[in-house]
């Protein structure tokens, strides 16, 4: 949904947005991945409205204008996330900026948060460094928070645990400088699958304090596909979970999630609210319809319209409301925008409470995989053929969304390979191939 923020929050939210990019964060490992890895995120533009003040009181407004550069090190890895801010979406000024740092085993170790303050120099305001066990996973998140003097302000860290299987369990935040916990997640898999999360807090100091239930989440699935979240609560006094929402998914013949439906617990499930999602030929998202639940049937209350090219690519999402009958530009408009590069974009899934366009360019792909595979004919329309140097065991072919359009293990000595794309949507595709020593990667594009 569109986000409302005033003044106040803005180096909040910009801290959740880059911690968005931490090793220990799904988001992140997602992006390192997914086979749009392929594809290095370039610039991502963030205009919103939100509750502004003047002389005549409380009003809204568009309050700001916000542009976020990636730059990468020669591996593909990000070396930096700059945010400009601009009052009049003209005139951009530098205001943040992240920088990472990696090891000999390409790990992240640490990365540093940089403000600008009015002298025009950068100045040093938080560092999170990063520790992993043997199998490379991370253990231990170290914030240490400056200001003023280069004194450290702060110390507090997240502490992760792991199964056997290496799905994580615990997620603790420990205070360092009180030598004390103050919240943690559990969770509790089956099959695979995560089934229950708990979230606890810290109470009644370091040495004579204890874990609080809150919060408890219970998933249920149909055969591998999620149909539920049960939100409960917990009654300290009567040592109990209580129901308190529910959250059911559907989903429509190709898999893709069609309806979330919010439910309320007040002695039996009550409807609350709705989201439905609409898809074209191509299985792109193209709207978000919200509705509430009134007087025993839904109502529309906000959507989201996607505006797509001829290839596809998400260029603008604008939220509306339904207001006296009528659909009308949101007062709280979160507008993002697409900035193109090689004319290739991806819409990601929300980072960290944002839902952003992102804007990706084609980075080199590795030169030994141009050197051992043609793709042909490139832009090509009903045929997508692959001509290796050398046997491969696996075909992959991905769409610009990460969706799996083609798999295939092939038959020994495999060197070629032609696939029918006639019913594929015009755009860009890019397919990954094993043989017996290395991984193979290329792009093509349809007409």
């Given at each position: 949904m569109a986000l409302v923020f005033t003044y106040i929050n803005i180096n909040a939210q910009y801290q959740s947005f880059l911690s968005a990019f931490s090793p220990d964060n799904p988001h992140y490992q997602s992006i390192c991945e997914n086979p749009n890895s392929h594809f290095q995120l370039d610039t991502?533009?963030?205009?919103?409205?939100?509750?502004?003040y003047s002389p005549g009181g409380a009003h809204w407004q568009e309050l700001g204008h916000y542009r976020y550069v990636f730059s990468y090190l020669p591996n593909g890895k990000i070396r930096q996330i700059q945010q400009y801010v601009s009052g009049n979406g003209t005139t951009y000024n530098p205001a943040y900026r992240n920088t990472y740092e990696y090891d000999e085993q390409d790990r992240m170790t640490s990365y540093t948060v940089?403000?600008?303050?009015?002298?025009?120099?950068?100045?040093f305001y938080d560092i999170y460094d990063f520790t992993y066990d043997?199998?490379?996973?991370?253990i231990v998140n170290h914030n240490t928070n400056w200001q003023g003097a280069g004194y450290p302000d702060g110390h507090d860290e997240y502490r992760y645990e792991y199964d056997e299987e290496g799905h994580i369990i615990r997620e603790a935040l420990y205070f360092c400088d009180l030598n004390e916990y103050y919240t943690q997640w559990l969770y509790t898999y089956e099959n695979g699958k995560l089934i229950s999360k708990c979230y606890q807090r810290w109470i009644g100091g370091a040495i004579s304090g204890e874990w609080w239930n809150y919060d408890l989440y219970l998933y249920t699935y149909n055969e591998d596909t999620l149909s539920n979240i049960l939100h409960q609560t917990w009654d300290q006094d009567n040592e109990v979970w209580c129901d308190y929402e529910n959250t059911i998914y559907e989903y429509d013949d190709t898999g893709a999630t069609k309806?979330?439906?919010?439910?309320?617990?007040?002695?039996?499930?009550?409807?609350?609210s709705r989201t439905t999602k609409t898809y074209n030929e191509s299985g792109t998202l193209t709207q978000e319809l919200y509705q509430a639940w009134q007087n025993?049937?839904?109502?529309?209350?906000?959507?989201?319209?996607y505006t797509l090219d001829n290839y596809g690519n998400c260029i603008e999402g604008m939220w509306k409301d339904y207001v006296n009958g009528e659909w009308i530009d949101s007062e709280s408009n979160n507008t993002l925008f697409v900035q193109y590069n090689d004319g290739a974009s991806i819409l990601s899934e929300s980072v960290q409470s944002y839902q952003a366009k992102y804007s990706y360019q084609v980075v080199g792909i590795n030169e030994s995989s141009q050197n051992q595979a043609e793709t042909f004919p490139n832009p090509g329309t009903s045929q997508l053929n692959i001509q290796f140097h050398s046997p491969v065991t696996e075909v992959v072919v991905y769409d610009l969304m990460g969706r799996q359009l083609y798999h295939q293990t092939m038959p020994e000595n495999t060197i070629r390979i032609n696939i029918d794309t006639k019913n594929w949507s015009s755009g860009f595709y890019f397919w990954k191939a094993q043989n017996s020593s290395s991984t193979l990667y290329g792009k093509w594009v349809k007409e």
């Open positions: 991502l533009y963030w205009n919103y409205w939100g509750e502004g940089d403000c600008k303050w009015s002298d025009g120099h950068w100045q043997e199998l490379d996973r991370v309806y979330a439906t919010l439910q309320t617990w007040s002695g039996e499930w009550v409807n609350k025993e049937e839904w109502v529309d209350k906000r959507r989201c319209d």
